[in-house]
Structures are given as structure tokens and as C-alpha cells.
């Protein structure tokens, strides 16, 4: 139901997918119930059911079967008394896509999540680290609220910028290769609004079940609650608009660019 013109700004502006059924979304419903549980996994745990509902309410997508699988098999580990590996799920979640189906290898939409989680396991870790090691040591005293809180806020823009990087490192030659683009503002836009495209969900879980017993309260709140969706869509125009935000690969002096970046 999107028109074209804010369909286009969310492509350029690396923001698609806050939009699909995808991880995000999972990862989002799985900290949410976490937060509401005060991290009782055997409780978050029996939402398992709910996120498989979800994904296949969402369309089945293999970025949404592959964050079921991983998030089951992280609520899971402790309680069976096995080691948290994230690779290790992403493996499980690949043989479980791929045995139902193995010509689903070919689906540029699995590629691409299977990508990004790869490069996140693999370097926002490492990265994040270097990154913060120097903003650690300006880390305001507790009696400076206003500063500790910016500092935080800083902080929390910082893992943002990792993570996007590391979803990045796989997926952007990827994303050259089937569509043509190079997608550069990513980093920025996923700091920027992906908190409000996840709060906006979370509200929208809420609210959607306030709806079904009290519809009018629900209505009022909603009109509150849709302020995010406003904002991840300003700015997501805002950002679209950027001359620079996608490159095309027709210019061969583009993908020289890339290769020379990946080689440094």
C-alpha cells in the first residue's frame, strides 16, 4: 500500500527491511517479551508457537523462518543446558530452510539474511569493541545525568552503526549483484529510524490487542502511538532524497570504488 515515491525513499535509504517480515521484527517481539518477563526464558519460551504464527502471518519469508529458528534455539540453549552459539544456530536454521526445500539456495531474500546475520556474527563484535574502547574512557560521572544520559545515547548510536556495518560486509555485494545498487546510507538510516519502525510495532502488538476489548482507548492511544511511523517516514523521504544515498553499478568506476574498498 505504499506509493512509489516513499517505496523508492526506504530502498535508497537502506530501510526495506523494517518494512518485510524479517528478523527485525522477530528480534524485536522476542526483547519485548524478554522486558515484559524480566528475562524468564521458560516463559519466553512458550511464545515460540506465537513467533511461528507470526512469521507465516508475515508470508513465510526466509528472514523470518531463519530469526524463528535462531531466537527458539537461544531461548532454548540455557534451558537445556547447552552453550548460547550463534553460528551454530545459524547453521541449524539453514539445514532446517534447506531440507524442506533445497532449492530454496537460490532465493535472493535467504542469501541476503543469511548474509547479513553472517557478517554481524562476524565482525560487529570486534568492531563495536574497537569503536568503543576510547568512548569508554569519557564515560561521564553518575552525578551528570544530562551528560551520562547523552553519553548513553552515544553509546547506543554506536552499536546501531556496527551492526549495520556488519549486516553490510555480505550483503552489499550481494545487493550490487541482483539489483544494481550500492546502498551507502544504511549505517546512518538504521540509527535514525529502525528504534522507531521497532517501537512502532511493539505499539501496534499492544494496541491491536487493547482493540479487540476496548476499541475506543485503543483508538485514542493510536493516534499517539502512530507518531514513530510519522517520523521513520520524514525521515526516511528525508534521507531517500540524498543525491548520493544509492550508487548504480552501471558505472564501472563504481564497482572499481567497492573492490577497492573491500581490498583496504
Same mark, same amino acid.
Request: proline share 7%; hydrophobic share 50%; glycine share 8%.
Given at each position: 500500500g505504499l506509493d512509489q515515491q516513499l517505496y523508492s525513499a526506504f530502498n535508497r535509504a537502506g530501510l526495506m527491511h523494517g518494512l518485510v517480515g524479517s528478523?527485525?521484527?522477530?528480534?524485536?517481539l522476542v526483547a519485548f517479551v524478554?522486558?515484559?518477563?524480566r528475562?524468564?526464558?521458560?516463559?519466553a519460551l512458550g511464545t515460540v508457537p506465537f513467533l511461528v504464527f507470526f512469521a507465516l502471518m508475515a508470508g513465510g519469508t526466509p528472514s523470518a523462518c531463519r530469526a524463528v529458528i535462531m531466537q527458539s534455539t537461544?531461548?532454548?540453549?540455557?534451558?537445556a543446558r547447552r552453550?548460547?552459539?550463534?553460528?551454530?544456530?545459524?547453521?541449524?536454521a539453514l539445514l532446517v530452510l534447506l531440507v524442506q526445500n533445497p532449492f530454496a539456495a537460490a532465493s535472493v531474500g535467504l542469501q541476503l539474511s543469511f548474509a547479513s546475520v553472517a557478517g554481524i556474527l562476524l565482525i560487529t563484535g570486534p568492531l563495536f569493541q574497537r569503536m568503543y574502547r576510547p568512548w569508554k574512557k569519557k564515560r561521564p560521572a553518575d552525578r551528570h545525568r544530562l551528560r551520562l544520559?547523552?553519553?548513553?545515547? #552515544? *553509546?547506543t548510536a554506536l552499536t546501531g552503526v556496527c551492526t549495520s556495518l556488519g549486516a553490510m560486509l555480505f550483503t552489499v555485494p550481494l545487493i550490487a549483484l541482483y539489483f544494481g545498487q550500492i546502498l551507502l546510507l544504511s549505517p546512518l538510516s538504521n540509527v535514525l529510524a529502525?528504534?522507531?519502525l521497532s517501537l512502532l510495532m511493539v505499539c501496534a502488538l499492544v494496541l491491536g490487542t487493547l482493540a479487540i476489548f476496548l476499541p475506543a482507548p485503543a483508538a485514542v492511544l493510536g493516534t499517539a502511538a502512530g507518531l514513530p511511523g510519522h517520523y521513520a517516514r520524514w525521515i526516511t523521504l528525508l534521507l #531517500? *532524497?540524498?543525491?548520493?544515498a544509492s550508487l548504480s553499478t552501471d558505472s564501472r568506476y563504481c564497482l572499481i570504488w567497492l573492490a577497492a574498498v573491500y581490498l583496504a
Open positions: 528478523g527485525l521484527h522477530i528480534s524485536t524478554m522486558a515484559v518477563t528475562s524468564n526464558r521458560k516463559i537461544l531461548l532454548l540453549a540455557p534451558i552453550e548460547q552459539d550463534a553460528p551454530s544456530a545459524l547453521g541449524l544520559f547523552l553519553w548513553k545515547a #552515544g *553509546r529502525l528504534w522507531a #531517500g *532524497r540524498f543525491p548520493f
